[in-house]
């Protein structure tokens, strides 16, 4: 725990400044609003829409509230991209605030290889509660993020241009990657690695070169999380989600370096808004485009190259909005609760991933085990998640009211 100088993963820097002494409020908005979308998640939209099954109303929720099954992108396929672009835009003035403290090199890289032995060590612990032995596995978000984090860390140190060289390298290196990896035959035993054998999702051509658990990254991880303790041996995951995704990840924390780097630029703030709105629009039609002609489907689960720069571009024009409103119009006040969220934000995973059953358990022990059918039966999912982010929220408050901010 620490003073309002908190420093994680997405909220790296002290200040977030645009080379100047005034706050970015903006940034301190979207990683708020990417952290209320992820503990939103005990809302459970899908279950009141399955209680539902005639109300449009409650089926948009719940696709919004789910991941897609394989291509394609929903609200919620946007938490993971935000999070990791989020830790590329602090970078830069996390580098600038330690070095104007006096950091040496050594220093800074040391404290950057911590950090990424903590986020993905607790990325492991979170997904080993309730087992009998430790989950080593390495596609949470925080073990993604602490993967790549040492690299990131390196290109925040470099000149732009090798961070836009290193970007082009990744993506184009790992599509070829994937292309040469042969296709599985027609044999294959699908049902034997958690996939239907006809299963619509499927693609042809180029694209199959993705397919579910049958592609370069589910080969690896066959071979990689079998190395390691395991209570039986690892054949897939049940979600498509690999381990190799770091490395794409790694690209999509590289654009927002570079979009970090534009807000701490002395330019005038409508011309950094132009700059965050172009590069959305390019990446976000690049991505689209080459999902749309075969070359390489928009898979958030195995977050393909064309993924990165479809959620990249998502991600740069979401920055431009709230850094729009936040610091251009200077509307600040109703942003409040997201920046109570935003500012704990390993907190806020934390509690969300710990203590939901905990809540529950309090709430019927101490209100009746009814409590949560007070609008009925069918509502009842809804009204047990919206009690239980209220506590979560709470929680939140209170420790940004006495300045306890949890830090890596």
């Known amino acids: 725990m620490s003073s309002m100088a908190t420093e994680t993963a997405v909220d790296q820097a002290t200040d977030h400044t645009s080379g100047g002494s005034e706050r970015i409020y903006g940034i301190d908005a979207y990683r708020g609003f990417v952290m209320l979308l992820m503990m939103a998640e005990v809302l459970r939209f899908s279950r009141v829409a399955a209680a539902l099954p005639d109300s449009s ?80 596995t390495f596609e949470d978000t925080l073990t993604q993020i602490g993967l790549g984090y040492v690299p990131l860390f ?57 397919n ?20 039986s041996v690892f054949t897939h ?23 970090g780097r534009w807000l701490r630029a002395e330019d005038p703030l409508s011309r950094k808004i ?9 990446c976000l039609s690049a991505g689209f485009a080459a999902d749309r002609l075969g070359i390489c489907p928009n898979v958030k689960r195995i977050w393909t190259p064309s993924w990165v720069l479809f959620s990249g571009g998502w991600c740069f024009l979401l920055l431009a909005a709230f850094y729009g409103i936040c610091d251009g119009l200077e509307l600040t006040r109703w942003a409040y609760p997201l920046r109570v969220i935003g500012a704990n934000s390993i907190a806020a995973y934390c509690i969300a991933h710990l203590w939901e059953d905990f809540f529950v358990d309090l709430f019927r022990t101490h209100l009746g085990p009814n409590i949560f059918e007070i609008a009925g039966e069918n ?30």
């Open 274 to 282: 132009t700059w965050l709105v172009i590069a959305g629009v390019v």
């Open 154 to 210: 390196l290109f925040g140190m470099a000149r732009d241009k090798w961070t836009w060289t290193g970007i082009a390298v990744i993506l184009v290196g790992y599509w070829l990657a994937f292309v040469a990896y042969p296709l599985p035959p027609v044999d294959f035993d699908y049902p034997a690695v958690g996939v239907p054998a006809d299963w619509q999702h499927h693609a042809t051509g180029i694209a199959a070169h993705w």
């Open 379 to 408: 509502y009842a999912p809804f009204v047990q998640g919206l009690a239980t982010l209220l506590a979560f929220y709470a929680i939140l408050q209170w420790m940004y009211s006495r300045r306890i901010l949890l830090r890596i």
């Open 57 to 136: 109303f409650w089926d948009f929720l719940s696709y919004h509230q789910s991941h897609v099954p394989w291509v394609g992108c929903s609200l919620h396929d946007m938490i993971q991209p935000s999070f990791s672009f989020l830790v590329g835009v602090a970078m830069p003035f996390s580098i600038a605030s330690r070095m104007s403290r006096g950091q040496s090199h050594g220093k800074l890289i040391g404290h950057a290889v911590w950090r990424a032995f903590a986020l993905a060590a607790l990325g492991i612990l979170l997904r080993s509660m309730h087992r009998s032995q430790t989950n080593y």
């Open 237 to 259: 995951n049940g979600g498509g989600y690999a381990t190799l995704s770091f490395i794409p990840t790694l690209a999509t924390m590289m654009l927002g370096l570079i979009a």
């Open 212 to 231: 579910k658990n049958s592609n370069l990254a589910w080969a690896f991880d066959t071979w990689f999380l079998n190395l390691f303790p395991r209570e």
